[in-house]
């Protein structure tokens, strides 16, 4: 592993991305990491994903972090949980890493828009920018939609607005209705 010591969560998101790529499963980085690709940086001391892969997959998955050295733990959402299950990636320096499977409401298309940003030798698939924000409108507290606002107002080039409403809305009425206040300033 990269790690070293803590505060380097993303140095064994590194170590993960290989492990997602040799089991052939697709990923997006979202939370504050991906914030920062989009303009803002706000610190963190973990990464976040959401993993393109079926319930199913999750054992073999964990298993082969668990072979890599990751302490792992498995979670799985009650049925009203927007969140499936999520597999939690810890090395020896409590650097974590969370992978989620899946978020309910969230465009299946959301992994054919990611932005590939080169970071350390690896190409790192960062969700795209209206993804972002409509993520952090569902997440609705009150930091999320700080990071929302601020993901729309320092984008760098035009923001698809038709888009960015269109997956906002598969989230639900709230975060639609964040996402106006978003969008008003």
Not at 98 to 120: A, K, N
Not at 132 to 139: Q, S, Y
Not at 149 to 173: E, H, K, M
């Amino acid at each position: 592993m990269r790690t070293q010591h803590a505060g380097q969560s993303v140095l064994l998101f590194l170590d993960a991305v290989e492990i997602l790529q040799r089991e052939k499963v697709d990923y997006a980085v979202i939370g504050a990491f991906a914030l920062s690709v989009h303009g803002t940086v706000r610190a963190t001391m973990d990464v976040d994903a959401v993993l393109f892969a079926p319930l199913r997959q999750l054992a073999n998955l964990r298993t082969a972090f668990d072979n890599a050295g990751f302490r792992t733990e498995l979670r799985r959402g009650d049925p009203d949980d927007p969140v499936p299950a999520m597999l939690i990636l810890r090395d020896a320096y409590d650097n974590q890493v969370e992978l989620l499977v899946g978020l309910r409401g969230m465009d299946p298309e959301v992994f054919s828009r990611t932005v590939e940003v080169p970071f350390m030798g690896v190409s790192l698939r960062i969700v795209g920018r209206e993804d972002l924000i409509a993520m952090k409108c569902f997440a609705g507290g009150p930091q999320d939609v700080i990071d929302a606002r601020s993901a729309y107002q320092r984008a760098q080039g035009p923001v698809n607005i038709d888009l960015l409403r269109t997956v906002t809305r598969r989230f639900g009425r709230d975060a639609a209705d964040k996402l106006e206040e978003v969008l008003a300033g």
